[in-house]
Every structure is written in C-alpha cells, then in structure tokens.
C-alpha cells in the first residue's frame, strides 16, 4: 500500500501476542525466554507479523506468572538480561517490525521494595503509595471488595495493623494512583523503555487504576449465578471504572507522546459505551482500547453482528477500532468454537475495521490443553478450584514441531504440552499442508495488507441471520469486498436485496476460491468467503 498520512503505523498492523514463557525456550530450563522469541522472528515476518506484543517479562517471583512485577526496569533472569533484551528490539526493528511490551501499573509484587517499604511502618515515605486502612469494627474488612481471584480484596497486615488492598492476588497490592510520587514513578519506568525504543505498551487493568476515594461498597450483582467466579457476585462500580482514572491515562498518554508515534493499548473488559470514554476526549488517552467483543459474545451471528455495528456505531470521531480474538487469559478460540470455525473466525478478525490482535499459537489452530488437577499453576484456577477457571490450557507451550516437546524446550517444559502435537504443529502445517490454519492466516494477513479496502476501507453490514452474517468493505477507488462468514455447521444462503457478482478471492475451503459468484450465495457449513465485488 501506498503511505497514507492518514495513517500511522498502528493503524494498519497485524499484532501478536506472545506469553514468553510459552513461546521458545533456548536454554533448556523449560520456561521460553527472550533468545528464544529471537530465534523465531523469521518465522513471524515469514506469517506476516508487524506488531509483536510480549506478555510481561520484568523481574517478578511469578506469582501470576509476571504480572507481579518487583522491579519495572529490568528483564527477570529466567527471560535473559537487559542485553538480550536490546538485541532483540534491534532485530525486532531490523525487520521493519514493532514491539510493545506489557506495562502493569495497577499494582506491584509484594515483593517490590516500594511495597517493603510502604508494610514497614505507618510512617514510612511510601506507606501512601498503597491502599491501606484501619480495620472496621471487630477488625472487620474496610468494605465489601472482592479480589478477581477469589475471596476479600483486603489482607491484614500484622506489623503495622492496616489492611492494604489488592484487586487481585494477595501478592498483587494495588498502588495508590492519587499520589503524584506513584505517577512519577510509573511514568520514568515507562520512559526507560520508550528511551529504549520500544513502539509502545499494552497497560494492564487500565480501568483498575482509581478507586473510589471513600470505599464505598459494591452493590451485589442481581445476575449472579454460582458457577461464575465469586468476584462476579458484586457489580464492581466503586472499585473500578471511576471518572478520575481518565486524568491518569491522559498523562500516561502525554509521556507517550513525549515521543513520535508510540502505541497505547488498554486492556478493557466493559461494555461498549464506557470502552469508548476510554479514547479519552480529544482521542487523548489509549490509541486502542482493547475490544473484547469476539471474545466475550456467544458465538452467534445475528448476536455477533449486532455487536460490530454496535461497536462501529458507538466510536468516537476519529477513534480506531481493533479486535482480539484471543489472549493469555481466556480458552483459545479453537476450543471455543471449534477447529472448522476458528477459520470463520480467523476470516472475521482478519477483514473487519480496525487493528487485530492475534494470540500466539492460533495460528496454527492449538486448542486448549487439559492440565491434570494436580498440575495447574494458575492462581486463578487454584483460588477457585470448582470452578473450571484455570488459564492454564491457554498458555501451553508452542507447538513448532513433531520434536521432542514441539521443539519448543529441551528440558522439562514448565506447563505439559498438547499430547497432538506430533501430528499439530507449526512445522508440519508450513511443510505439507497449503490447506491448513496456518497457511490460511498467512494468506489472510497477506491480503489485509495489500488490499486497502481490507486495511483501511470503511465498514458495511449487508446481512445477518442465525446463520451467517455479511459485510462490504471498501477504500475509496478501490476494489470493494463482500465478506459471507456461515457461523453455523449447516449450509446456508445469501440473498443479496441488490445484484451483484464478483470473485472469490480467498475462502475457508479452497474449491471455492476463484469461483464467480452473484446475489444467490449457498455456502457449505462452516465456510467463509472474501469476494472481490466487479
Ligand atoms: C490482566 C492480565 C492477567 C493478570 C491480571 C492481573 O487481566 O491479562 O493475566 O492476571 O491482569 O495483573
């Protein structure tokens, strides 16, 4: 494509993101690391990767597996050094590609000596830097808070009888944003790296970061149903989401833009219209709220369909959309959809309007993994043991190869791999099978990038019924692209109220492809076509 000023770099890439300890390990200690990441840039340049987005790799004793971070400027040991970390950003760069890294700024390890401090004594310079409070009566909790991993959000603290607060582990406890020091603090951490040159972060919790500053309870969620986590049984409207977090991202922006076209990404999950504050005015706070919509919606076309336009529809004037599809924290879409649909969905994430994100090992169609009970290291999964809600099975190691462990470790990988891989893997799909996942996202990322009606066209909806949904994107004087995607296993039809006729350039089944089709489109069960409208 043409440079377009209209667009920056962020507008028109594809992102990856990669859990480090799962994707490659080089040295044998079972856990993935930075060489390793290194190792296969090839491989996401060869897929067509611009954006590569790496879950945190920060010194932490890992009690959420690195967003527990007890020191924001320095690389943890298991993941390689600071050096291994410039050498990869050069060769990240070297490659005409980007990186941003995970910024947690919600809260710290436990282990963090800020926190070591503030815990020390009443009157230490950083006991304001946390959120602690005098018990109630009878040393009852502060307020009624839930933690997102289970039980209180409150954890008594001996030595200096308070409480302080974490929204999420005990070992997680939430800074106080309301401190200018904190800020400052927070803001040189993110000018280390951009110093460095990294192109951007995605911000942790962003909506976490202010809570309301009289502890008010929670009301209690009337919809709540047992087999949801125990958080979810008060609606969190005092705990999160408070106005005053808008001043905070505004500045966190501001040292971004310090620099020349950095990226902020904020991970979001609200409903639509509140998504949207989170532009900021002006679109002065995060380039990219994160969109959660494919992955929180059922599976539904008309449901689905309804949601886009929604989206579309409730987008601030020149605010840039995105999508995900798949992350660290939720079943891959493979096991949520099945493998026939998860490249429906590939289609879908790979032609709508706006940024998508992809998770590492998606494309190549890995599922989640059952990890036996007495294997599971997610402290989310062991808070809340019947519950189901470890998230573990999402972040297996990758599956490279038909090699001992998928090629993936040498050693003893530190979560068991998907006992298919010798017959699922990254190798096998690149050398044989020009019909497999792989090749089909390969081929989707290729032509996004080369179509711009695809990249940055605008967006239509034409159709949508319980089976399949329809949409037309086009860029000014170019080609425009009606997209059919049958959400169901059954054959459908499309009826277009206009003519038309085109081509199919690309499809989920390969017969099709270069078909020419009219306004009467049957398509098989599971199938998805790009047609290129005359
Ligand atoms: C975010 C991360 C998740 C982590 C939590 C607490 O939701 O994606 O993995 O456990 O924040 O930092």
């Known amino acids: 494509m043409q440079e377009d000023k209209r667009f920056l770099w962020w507008h028109t890439a594809v992102i990856y993101q990669i859990y480090p300890r799962s994707y490659q390990d080089s040295n044998g200690d079972g856990v993935g690391d930075l060489h390793g990441i290194l190792q296969r840039l090839d491989y996401l340049q060869w897929l067509g990767i611009n954006t590569v987005w790496l879950s945190p790799i920060y010194p932490s004793p890992m009690a959420d597996f690195g967003y527990d971070i007890s020191d924001y400027t320095g690389i943890h040991p298991l993941f390689g050094s600071l050096d291994d970390f410039d050498k990869l950003l050069d060769e990240v760069h070297a490659r005409g590609m980007k990186l941003i890294l995970d910024f947690v700024p919600n809260h710290t390890s436990d282990k963090h000596p800020w926190f070591l401090e503030s815990r020390s004594s009443r009157t230490n310079p950083k006991r304001d830097w946390y959120i602690w409070e005098d018990a109630g009566p009878d040393g009852a909790v502060p307020n009624n808070w839930l933690s997102v991993f289970g039980g209180s959000g409150w954890e008594w603290d001996e030595t200096t009888r308070q409480y302080y607060y974490h929204g999420f582990l005990k070992e997680q406890p939430d800074l106080n944003w309301r401190n200018p020091e904190v800020q400052e603090a927070m803001f040189d951490a993110m ?29 209690v969620n009337p919809d709540y149903q047992p087999h949801l986590p125990t958080y979810d049984q008060l609606l969190p409207v005092y705990s999160t989401d408070q106005p005053e977090v808008h001043h905070i991202i505004r500045k966190m922006r501001a040292v971004l833009d310090e620099y020349d076209e950095r990226l902020m990404i904020g991970e979001i999950y609200l409903p639509i219209q509140k998504l949207m504050l989170y532009y900021g005015e002006d679109n002065k706070e995060a380039h990219l709220p994160f969109n959660f919509l494919l992955i929180d919606l059922p599976w539904d076309a008309q449901k689905i369909a309804a949601a886009i336009d929604q989206y579309e529809g409730a987008l601030p004037a020149g605010g840039w959309p995105n999508w995900v599809l798949g992350n660290h924290d939720r079943p891959r879409i493979a096991s949520r959809v099945g493998i026939q649909q998860a490249r429906v969905a590939a289609m879908l994430l790979l032609t709508l309007r706006g940024t998508p994100t992809l998770y590492y090992g998606d494309e190549a169609g890995m599922r989640d993994v059952p990890i036996p009970f007495d294997e599971v290291q997610d402290p989310q999964g062991l808070n809340m043991p019947d519950k189901n809600l470890s998230r573990d099975p999402a972040r297996t190691p990758m599956q490279w190869s038909s090699d001992t462990n998928a090629g993936f470790t040498e050693g003893t990988p530190w979560l068991r791999l998907d006992k298919a891989y010798p017959r699922e893997n990254v190798e096998k799909q690149q050398a044989g099978d020009l019909y497999s996942m792989l090749f089909f996202y390969k081929r989707l ?29 086009q860029e000014e004087n170019q080609p425009a692209f009606l997209i059919i995607l049958n959400l169901s296993h059954r054959p459908c039809y499309f009826t277009s109220k206009t003519p038309l006729s085109g081509v199919i350039d690309i499809a989920t089944s390969p017969e099709s492809e270069g078909q020419r089709v009219n306004e009467r489109i049957s398509l098989s069960g599971d199938e998805g076509i790009i047609v290129r409208l005359d």
């Open 191 to 219: 000018r280390f790296w951009l110093d460095k040159g990294v192109d951007g972060f995605r911000v942790d919790v962003i909506w976490h970061m202010i809570k309301d500053k009289e502890l008010r309870d929670n009301p």
């Open 445 to 473: 990322i290729a032509f996004r990038q080369k179509e711009p009606s695809l990249l940055t066209g605008s967006y239509r909806p034409v159709y949508a019924d319980t089976q399949a949904m329809a949409y037309i994107r």
